[in-house]
């Protein structure tokens, strides 16, 4: 079993930055990728980043070239630097570790959350 939690949400002003954490704990010689999703208010949740440990890295049209997704030697912790930040980013963070086994389906795994909120 793989644990997830995230740090570093806040209130930030337009054009500022912020960086996020997340840090897997269990079993996590089983993970495949850890990347950042969000969830703003009446909206379904998105995928911001995503790291594979081989290095592959998608990032959604909306974040590229402000995100900036980074992870350990490890690969226990992932980081989100955003940057260049607009109210619109303004969501709730989600950590997830993909787990991926010999003989089982793929497994994701969240985190509990945490707030960005880009106001001035």
């Known amino acids: 079993q793989v644990q997830v939690v995230e740090s570093g949400g806040g209130l930030v002003q337009p054009g500022g930055s912020l960086r996020l954490s997340c840090a897997a704990s269990?079993?996590?010689?089983?993970?495949?990728?850890m990347g950042w999703y969000r969830q703003a208010p009446g909206m379904q949740r998105e995928l911001v980043a995503d790291k594979t440990n081989a290095g592959s890295i998608n990032y959604a049209a909306s974040v590229r070239g402000r995100f900036i997704i980074s992870r350990d030697n490890a690969k226990n912790t992932v980081y989100l630097q955003m940057n260049s930040l607009k109210p619109e980013d303004t969501a709730v963070y989600y950590c997830?570790?993909?787990?991926?086994?010999?003989?089982?389906?793929?497994?994701?795994?969240w985190g509990q959350g945490t707030q960005v909120t880009v106001s001035s």
């Open positions: 997830r570790a993909l787990e991926i086994k010999h003989g089982a389906n793929p497994y994701d795994y």
């Open positions: 269990g079993d996590i010689g089983s993970i495949y990728a």
